[in-house]
């Protein structure tokens, strides 16, 4: 493992603003540099590069972080080979550790996990060299050593506990809790993949944590996937998402398959912007990860039942991921083909005519619904539009909504302002030019952005005087670094600690807020000082709220000694300001 103190020193040795600017050409706006996002096709410039905070923001499409960070995503790389890169950069030696063994440093193991599945990885790889049968599978399926590369493919040889053979200690319980192995009711082990291709499933930092195995001869199941394990899960994890992101920013489109083999068979001839999701439909949260790299989804699945089945799901789970400057869109297959066989058997340009030609989501939600109806009758009708309102529902885009309550209008012959209605949907009218309105931000919001800004102050939050706010856990977790951290002076040393926490992306946000503020030194000193003032304010009179109900229900005789002190002192305070 890098130690944390290298990985501060690091930061505090590489600007930020000279590292972009390697990539991007940067231009002076106000204290910060801004350029047109990276990592997502704009016309005008929304990624924002502070000098003095060390970090990047994309107000577009919501890309954030360090230099580690930007490294990681605009180069493709995993977390390490990103620090090893800047350190290079910057003249360092990154010290070596010893993978030899397994290392407990983070907690659930996270980081031992990490160590054997790339251990596992390492050995299938190089199983797949040796074994002819395998070659001559990935030769007669068209793939060739570049692609096998490219995905990090392997093989998993036959027989029952070949991994022993890497990992002596079988009997580890962290072998099985990262799914490579299985135990039956008589407590003995095996390896779960065993004669299949094998292709490794890898997270936005490079961190492989799941693998997926195509059987080689007959067998079943064709295909089988890691379990979820405190690295993996489902839900959330897109295959070919790090190899495809390059694609990704020269096509604006993202392609989502059913399976691992139909990327890599689309990769192999040319089409590089498509990932696959991982034996589950598509879930909001994979709509949202993508739509936050690109501006267009569309779903390619098998032209079967099963694959519209599928497409109908995608489209169910989307819809509360949509913006208005999003779009989403179908590709329907002949029923015989998938991904793999289509590209195969047609060829890149036509596939890509495909894409270009994909069934817009509202023609596909209308045409389903309609199909579902009988628009020949009342009943049928009326059904559509039982059927439309919880997907309309779902839509928070008012631009679309509107267009498809027009739609179902002339499809079911009721008026748009009933369909609204029936829908409980609110009726869209222009709204007048708003005024010039800035609110002010919550107490713990504004509390939270001079922490940011000044990390050092987290030290001195009263904790126990925070209210119940969206902030007050990320006030917290910034209390607590900083008091065990507190070398951690700037906001880019603190943000590498916050990879993977359940704070992370509401920080990130409140950091963004920085970007557009002056920052006086003397001025938010100031400022922090009024608002703890203000918290302990707060503090005093829910404390005597509480006291006061408490004697008006049971008299002051009713309070014990310590609150009836409490209570006559805060009195006091209050009669004095009176």
């Not at 002339?410 to 748009?416: L, P």
């Not at 800004?453 to 939050?461: D, F, I, N």
């Not at 920080?507 to 006086?520: K, R, W, Y």
Request: with cysteine.
């Amino acid at each position: 493992m890098i130690p944390d103190s290298f990985i501060q020193d690091l930061l505090a040795r590489v600007d930020i603003v000279d590292l972009v600017d390697g990539y991007v050409p940067l231009k002076k706006a106000g204290a910060n540099y801004a350029a047109c996002c990276p990592f997502h096709n704009e016309k005008s410039p929304s990624f924002t590069v502070s000098p003095t905070k060390q970090f990047y923001h994309c107000f577009g499409c919501g890309a954030h972080g360090t230099a580690i960070s930007f490294v990681m995503e605009y180069q493709g790389m995993g977390f390490v080979d990103a620090i090893k890169e800047l350190a290079s950069r910057a003249g360092m030696q990154v010290p070596e550790s010893d993978n030899r063994g397994f290392s407990d440093e983070k907690p659930g193991q996270t980081r031992t996990l990490i160590e054997i599945m790339a251990r596992a990885a390492q050995y299938y790889k190089d199983q797949l060299k040796r074994s002819p049968k395998a070659i001559e599978y990935c030769k007669k399926r068209g793939l060739t050593g570049e692609v096998a590369a490219r995905y990090g493919m392997g093989y998993a040889p036959d027989g029952w506990q070949n991994l022993q053979e890497i990992f002596p200690d079988y009997n580890a319980d962290e072998l099985k809790v990262a799914g490579l192995v299985i135990e039956n009711e008589a407590g003995r082990r095996y390896d779960r993949f065993r004669d299949r291709l094998m292709i490794p499933i890898i997270n936005q930092k490079g961190d492989i944590i799941a693998f997926g195995g195509r059987v080689i001869d007959q067998g079943e199941p064709k295909y089988l996937n890691s379990p979820e394990t405190p690295l993996f899960e489902k839900g959330r994890e897109l295959f070919g998402l790090p190899q495809a992101r390059q694609a990704l920013r020269e096509t604006d489109t993202a392609i989502v398959t059913e399976g691992y083999m139909d990327v890599i068979a689309l990769a192999q001839n040319g089409v590089g912007n498509a990932v696959a999701t991982l034996g589950t439909a598509t879930t909001a949260t994979h709509v949202s990860k993508l739509l936050k790299q690109v501006d267009r989804i569309v779903f390619c699945f098998d032209g079967d039942n099963a694959g519209r089945k599928a497409a109908w799901r995608a489209l169910e789970n989307s819809l509360e991921a949509l913006a208005d400057n999003k779009r989403l869109g179908f590709i329907f297959l002949p029923q015989e083909d998938d991904p793999d066989s289509y590209i195969r058997a047609h060829g890149k340009a036509e596939f890509d005519k495909l894409v270009v030609q994909a069934m817009p989501l509202s023609d596909f939600l209308l045409r389903e619904l309609a199909q579902r109806c009988d628009l020949t009758s009342s009943e049928g009708k009326a059904q559509l539009i039982y059927e439309a309102k919880p997907l309309l529902l779902k839509l928070p885009t008012p631009l679309l909504r509107l267009q498809l309550v027009k739609r179902l209008a002339e499809a079911s012959g009721f008026a748009q302002s009933e369909v609204e209605r029936l829908c409980e949907l609110k009726s869209y009218t222009p709204a007048a030019p708003a005024r010039a309105k800035r609110t002010a931000p919550s107490l713990t919001r504004n509390l939270l952005r001079l922490v940011l800004h000044k990390p050092k102050l987290a030290a001195q939050v009263p904790i126990d005087l925070l209210p119940d706010t969206p902030e007050r856990p990320a006030l917290v977790r910034l209390h607590e670094l900083v008091s065990t951290n507190p070398e951690a002076s700037t906001y880019a040393s603190l943000r590498e600690r916050l990879r993977g926490l359940p704070e992370e992306s509401l920080i990130e946000a409140a950091a963004a807020e920085l970007l557009g503020l002056p920052s006086d030194e003397a001025e938010s000193a100031a400022e922090f000082r009024d608002t703890l003032e203000k918290l302990q304010a707060g503090g005093q009179k829910k404390v005597f709220d509480e006291l006061q109900i408490k004697a008006q229900r049971l008299g002051v005789a009713g309070l014990t000694p310590e609150e009836k002190l409490a209570y006559i002192q805060l009195l006091a305070k209050r009669g004095n300001r009176g």
